[in-house]
């Protein structure tokens, strides 16, 4: 069983960057960022394979890039340009499966704790 440990989350004002990281005690095929605001449903961020194939939420295209370090089974979700619509708790999520690009929540079984990203205006 994989198990996912965020960290990075915090404040920043609208503008800024963070950047998550995501540990993991080894590397599936398909790790991705999703994340889920107060009354909201979850909603995914971004998503890399072990092959390095990435695909985005049309929301974060171009501030946000997604990467790996297999050999560091870590995931790393640079936020940049962040807009107070970006505030949510963002979880870690890996999968085996080969739909997993499709980015829905149901594709991946294991997931983090969660770590709060709080953008003000």
């Known amino acids: 069983q994989v198990q996912l440990v965020e960290s990075g989350g915090g404040s920043v004002q609208a503008g800024g960057s963070l950047r998550l990281s995501c540990a993991a005690t080894y590397s599936s095929y398909c790790m991705a960022w999703f994340r889920q605001a107060p009354g909201k449903e979850r909603e995914g961020v971004a998503v890399i394979t072990s092959d390095g194939t990435t695909r985005y939420a049309d929301s974060v295209k171009g501030r946000f890039t997604i990467s790996r370090d297999n050999a560091k089974n870590t995931l790393y979700l640079q936020m940049n340009s962040l807009k107070p619509d970006d505030t949510a708790m963002y979880y870690c999520?890996?999968?085996?499966?080969?739909?997993?690009?499709?980015?829905?929540?149901?594709?991946?079984?294991?997931w983090g704790q969660g770590t709060q990203v709080t953008v003000s205006s």
């Open positions: 999520a890996a999968s085996d499966s080969w739909y997993c690009t499709r980015l829905q929540s149901t594709t991946f079984a294991y």
